[in-house]
């Protein structure tokens, strides 16, 4: 439930268009609903913008599914993060208009009633092998309202690939940069921009990247003034978080 929903509840109330026991059956389960192993939030829409997203990861997809139902049947966007396709093809048959995203490996609702953002983010990788968490960070901020571009293989082995996008980088309101390896990608991008950066290392690289270590330290101790890490692979957290930034100045954002 969104504030825009608690409002217009109060409203009707208020107005007499509906009964104080009908709104009491509407708010049944707010701010919260206890299934037995999860305790879904049906207010983090009101305090954050947008519903409570599902780590499908590390879940039965019994469990995962019916979360997925439950805040789905709230009647607002959804995204169902880390999700296998199994767990999609059997939401889907109770979840209308759920989506899928192979890529990012996302199950999604958009139903497009998330606040639009101030402007562009714009989301770089390093390389092809960066994809799939680049991929999480867009459908996430497509599915939580910002306009948003991917841009791919533009990494540092190759620097002049960086300045023919150089337009596009200056442009954007926030940039997520995705690299693996050595992660050098993200202190170059935020010493060539004015806008904030969010560093994102992945587990891409030889042995002695350990697994995206080297990418995050690296990116960690960046000379670059004005950038932000999440953790390795994390591309939603990265979305999440460039979405956030985004909506600054607008109405729903403060």
């Known amino acids: 439930m969104t504030r825009a929903d608690m409002e217009k509840l109060l409203s009707s109330v208020a107005g007499g268009e509906l009964s104080v026991a009908d709104a009491l059956e509407?708010?049944?389960?707010?701010?919260s609903e206890d299934l037995g192993f999860a305790r879904i939030d049906h207010q983090r829409a009101m305090r954050r913008g947008f519903p409570e997203v599902v780590l499908c990861e590390g879940k039965t997809e019994d469990q995962a599914v019916a979360i997925i139902e439950r805040i789905a049947g709230q009647g607002g966007s959804l995204l169902a993060t880390r999700a296998a396709a199994s767990v999609y093809e059997r939401a889907r048959a109770s979840v209308l208009g759920l989506a899928w995203d192979d890529a990012a490996r996302i199950a999604y609702l958009d139903r497009g009633d998330a606040p639009r953002g101030a402007g562009k983010v714009l989301v770089l990788t390093a390389g092809t092998s960066d994809l799939p968490v680049a991929a999480e960070a867009l459908r996430t901020l497509k599915v939580m309202g910002n306009e948003s571009e991917l841009i791919s293989d533009v990494g540092v082995a190759g620097i002049h690939r960086l300045a023919a996008v150089d337009r596009e980088m200056r442009s954007a309101r926030v940039l997520i940069v995705v690299a693996g390896m050595e992660g050098a990608l993200a202190s170059v991008v935020a010493g060539l921009v004015h806008c904030p950066v969010i560093a994102v290392p992945t587990s891409v690289g030889y042995g002695a990247s350990f697994g995206g270590i080297a990418a995050l330290l690296g990116m960690l101790n960046s000379c670059a003034a004005g950038v932000s890490v999440v953790n390795i692979d994390n591309g939603?957290?990265?979305?999440?978080?460039?979405s956030l930034i985004n909506h600054l100045g607008t109405e729903d954002g403060g």
């Not at 509407?26 to 701010?31: D, E, I, K, N």
Request: a neutral charge.
């Open 26 to 31: 509407q708010l049944a389960h707010f701010p």
């Open 236 to 242: 939603f957290g990265a979305g999440y978080a460039a």
